[in-house]
DNA sequence: CCGCCGGGTTGACGCGGATCAAGGCGGGCG
DNA sequence: CGCCCGCCTTGATCCGCGTCAACCCGGCGG
């Protein structure tokens, strides 16, 4: 289950960083990897989600990939860095909606209003696959394995819109969202056990409704109970089994 | 904006039920209708539509439409009456995930898992339209307003899903569901300020993440505010910009 | 060099809402 | 009829976590 990094020293690894993908073989950990492969590496089809997908970036740390109210034209899937999107409500308070790794898609949720509801923004430096989402939509039409992984993607951010649900300690929420970066992580091949938290304690307490005092108070806990291992943003998990358990209620399974 | 209820006196309109739709006309205030309309009510693909479509119910309060694992097959149009969804965990807690009104579908995030997540309970006698996924997705490859029509429910779905997000009072919790079930029940053609609610006070609790005991305070309070009349389930709403205001920081806009 | 500033940690305190408890109401059933 | 059992309401108490405050640290600009 460990690491697949090259080069695994604690302190180092930076954010992973999802196959570069020539145009012949592309993303091999993207989101769409699998509609690929089921339409066949050969076909032309391939040729034309070629066509319809865009390489964009870099954006640095704090950069926005879209705003509130932009129309919807694309889905982005993230290349490689982190991402957060969030709301902000007129008086100004900032609410994290979620966080995205390498290999995951943003911007599902612009679909129906037909403008983004929410603003992405990078955490670290990012890069994206931007697909064109109309072109994407007549794609669909004739091939149903890119049909089915649309639908897939989307019913797959509902389940884990249940997540932040439920009155949860915070312990509960901590070792529960530890647990499902790790997962999510470790379903792209990158190491489930050690990894780097883009996003300030402020983001983590946003996004888990908690103060950031008490993200911090709870880190503390975790590490004096042997539970993780962290020095700044770089983190171990040392007992995922005793997480795992502290986070079930939240957790699919 | 008020009652296009054929009978309208405040103790008994019943819970609202949908055009019952003759095989020609189908369900006007269905999910599905604009779909329909879209592809043209005299082509032949309705005619496809209307085929793959079977009318099930009724099902009585408190049973099951779907359970947990069951295979997914089918989504769910609720024709009449109420149902909630939710997650119970291995302690035998329930998560009320949401609740789902006339007009409304369930099911959606069963896509991905390809088993539901969730339950499905009644609690109203109600009636549904239950459409076979696989036709479904197979007529959505050759109507593109169908698949359009499929990727907006998932999309909306995912935008309601931040409705619980954020810490919240009460108080606002409970503003914001009142306006947005005046709201989901106004899109549809009945009141939005006099309507029924089907849920018991402890699934509107478990749903905002609230003990039965403080929304029965706050809605006493609302009361006393004289935002609300309230006997049992039968409510109006007296000052809907009031709540509107109180539940701003949740609600769309 | 120093001062500043944002992010992180830790302690002290108070409040909102969970929990515990008691009682009312209505509906189903023996 | 009378009992029981959900559901709802209201009051009393308790506690987790938000808030306030102080301090540390590293980076950056003057």
Redesign the interface.
Known sequence: MDSKHPAGRLPEPPNPIADDGDEAHFCGTCAFSSACIAAGYNKPELAQLQCLVEHVGPFRASEHIFRTGDPFRAIFAVRSGTVKTR?V???G?E?V?GFYLPGEVIG??????EHF?CDAVALDTSFFCRFSFPAM??L???I?AV??H??????????S??L????HSADERMAAFLMDLAGRYAARGFSATRFHLSMSRGDIANYL??AAETVSRVLSRFRSQKLIRIEGRELELLDPDALRQLG??LL?D
Do not use: C, T
Not at 150 to 159: D, M, N
């Open positions: 709301m409500d007129k008086e308070r609410q909606l599902l949720n612009a679909i129906y209003p509801p939509s007549a669909a039409s004739r149903p049909q089915k649309l639908f897939r993607l989307l019913s797959k951010e509902l389940g819109a249940s932040l649900a439920g009155d409704r908690l079930q209620a699919p």
